[in-house]
């Protein structure tokens, strides 16, 4: 049975740093495509980063570029996502996903080209 473990959540002030961790099991890690999507309360779910299976490509949305960097660690089966500067409308449940079938090519930024999903750690910004 696959599972998405995230964690590394936690509350801090904006222009601070986090890094969140996902761990995977029960999937060939190396074989998928991994992100982190964020969903704050009556909000829709926003993409903000997503990774290819050897780690040499990567996309970041607009709001995080420059601050979020999105990384993965094959021999560990985990991927990151390194936070910095962190700004108050960061404030949300951030969740892992991942996807076999390149989620690139038909849009990375989509959440539900990616079929798996764990089930988040929260992260809340504010002074």
């Known amino acids: 049975q696959w599972q998405l473990a995230e964690s590394g959540g936690d509350s801090v002030q904006p222009g601070g740093s986090l890094r969140l961790s996902c761990v995977v099991s029960?999937?060939?890690?190396?074989?998928?495509?991994m992100g982190w999507f964020r969903q704050a309360p009556g909000e829709e779910r926003e993409v903000v980063a997503s990774?290819?299976?050897?780690?040499?490509?990567?996309f970041h949305n607009d709001p995080v570029r420059g601050r979020f960097t999105i990384s993965r660690d094959n021999a560990k089966n985990t991927v990151y996502l390194q936070m910095n500067n962190l700004k108050t409308e960061d404030s949300g449940m951030y969740h892992c996903?991942?996807?076999?079938?390149?989620?690139?090519?038909?849009?990375?930024?989509?959440?539900?080209?990616?079929?798996?999903w764990g089930q988040g750690t929260q992260v809340t910004v504010s002074s």
């Open positions: 996903m991942a996807a076999e079938t390149d989620p690139f090519a038909i849009g990375w930024a989509r959440a539900s080209n990616y079929p798996y």
């Open positions: 029960g999937l060939i890690f190396s074989r998928h495509y």
């Open positions: 990774i290819n299976p050897s780690g040499q490509v990567a």
